[in-house]
């Protein structure tokens, strides 16, 4: 089956500064790569996501990069504010499996103002 | 509803006793998954379901987690003789198949075992 990891597992950067996350995955059929986000006491909420088709992906402040051939794909998180303080988890999905989400372990990220 | 709904919100029960929580995926999605996670930590995954059958239950910890779900539709996770290190949250997701889309999240279940 599909192997997720996720780092690093806690993070803190300087409010303006920039976060990265990175997460590698073992199966090379999975298509599919979505990011979430965990506010404290709240449920997972997807931030961004990416397919295989695509290297980079942009929302505003937030990016995802994929690389197919290394399997291994990253958050990147610019000008960094203090409500981005959260939990985020990395997944991959294939649908030849149905769609079942592999996630990563979290990585737990402080803004300090 | 828009969402994933789950049930109850809150759950505290007896040592020993049997729960049952319940998730109602958004429909027309056809897979549905159940995580556990604990205070701090990760999402640990339990079982996942296409339509009413689960290809995967490899996550179920022990014998006394069982969960099913019918008419492709709502999910139940009962878990029995409950014991103190079964108190987290307990989070369904569910997706939509067809296309190789997110999983959208319930609020979950907190459940503590006292």
């Known amino acids: 089956g599909e192997n997720v990891e996720q780092h690093p597992s806690t993070l803190s950067v300087q409010e303006g500064d920039s976060a990265v996350i990175k997460c590698t995955y073992s199966?090379?059929?999975?298509?599919?790569f979505p990011w979430y986000k965990q506010e404290l006491g709240k449920r997972p909420q997807l931030i961004i996501d990416i397919r295989s088709n695509v290297g980079e992906k942009k929302d505003q402040r937030i990016a995802v990069t994929l690389n197919k051939t290394a399997k291994h794909f990253s958050l990147h998180i610019t000008e960094t504010q203090p409500e981005d303080s959260a939990v985020y988890f990395c997944a991959a999905s294939k649908r030849s499996t149905g769609n079942q989400f592999y996630f990563g372990t979290g990585t737990s990220l402080t803004v300090i103002p | 509803g828009a969402g994933v709904s789950q049930s109850p919100s809150n759950k505290v029960t007896e040592k020993g006793k049997d729960v049952e929580l319940r998730c109602d995926p958004i429909s027309g999605h056809t897979a549905l998954y159940w995580y556990r996670q604990s205070l701090g930590q990760g999402l640990e995954f339990l079982i996942y379901?296409?339509?009413?059958?689960?290809?995967?239950k490899s996550g179920l910890p022990s014998d006394r987690f069982s969960a099913e779900r019918t008419g492709g539709s709502v999910s139940t996770l009962t878990i029995q003789r409950t014991q103190q290190e079964d108190s987290a949250v307990y989070l369904c997701?569910?997706?939509?198949?067809?296309?190789?889309?997110?999983?959208?999240f319930g609020q979950g279940t907190r459940l503590t075992v006292v």
């Open positions: 199966d090379s059929a999975s298509n599919y």
């Open positions: 379901f296409q339509g009413n059958s689960a290809p995967d």
């Open positions: 997701a569910s997706s939509f198949t067809r296309t190789n889309t997110e999983a959208f």
